[in-house]
Structures are given as C-alpha cells and as structure tokens.
C-alpha cells in the first residue's frame, strides 16, 4: 500500500520560509518522478515543482516560484522535501506531495497523493 504523508505546512509571515516533508511508504521515491502541486481555494491544482527519478534527479518548477523554491530528495530517508523561501500571500494553499512516471507538471500523469498540508501565509 503506497502512502505518501506531508507535513511542515503552517501560518508564516510573508518573506518568511517553510521546509515541506512528503515521507513515502510503499515506495522508492527515486524510482518516480516526485511533485509538489498546490491548490488555493476556488482555483485548480496547480504545479509547483518536481524531480525526476533515478540518479539524474532533474528539477523543474513552475515560473512562479523559480528562485524561491527548492525541491530535493533524500533516498535514504524516502522523503521529498521543498524549501520555501520569501513566502508570499499568493503562496497560500494546500500542498500535495505526488509521484508518477510522466510529464512531471501535469497533475493527471501522478499516480499517488498525499493528503496536503496547509501553508498559510499572513502579510
């Protein structure tokens, strides 16, 4: 049974910095391609960033966040981590931890999620 449970969503300032947890069970997170996807109330999941498997461990991220997020992953550990940093309130949303095998910014090509953590961001 795969599991994959976020954690070290809160209530930040703005500017400030969180550290997301995605801890998987079930499976290897460097067999996948492992995202962070967001959804803000009354708007769609949207892509966030995302590493790919194996030993090339590419990372993308959406323009938006570019230059302040930091998706990493520990093997040993089977946990994807994304750093956020000089949060905005348009940050706010809950953050879901995915992985798939396919094109890694479209949500429909992630086979497994998490249950989301909430970031809120206070200005």
């Known amino acids: 049974q795969v599991q994959l449970v976020e954690s070290g969503g809160g209530l930040v300032q703005a500017g400030g910095s969180l550290r997301l947890s995605c801890v998987a069970s079930?499976?290897?997170?460097?067999?996948?391609?492992m995202g962070w996807f967001r959804q803000a109330p009354g708007k769609e999941r949207e892509f966030a960033a995302a590493?790919?498997?194996?030993?090339?461990?590419?990372?993308y991220y959406a323009d938006s966040v570019k230059g302040r997020f930091t998706i990493s992953r520990d093997n040993a550990e089977n946990t994807v981590y994304l750093l956020i940093n000089s949060l905005k309130p348009e940050d706010q949303a809950v953050y879901y931890c995915a992985a798939g095998v396919g094109r890694y910014d479209d949500p429909e090509q992630y086979n497994y999620w998490g249950q989301g953590t909430q970031v809120t961001v206070s200005s």
């Open positions: 079930g499976l290897t997170v460097r067999s996948y391609s």
């Open positions: 590493i790919s498997s194996w030993r090339a461990g590419v990372t």
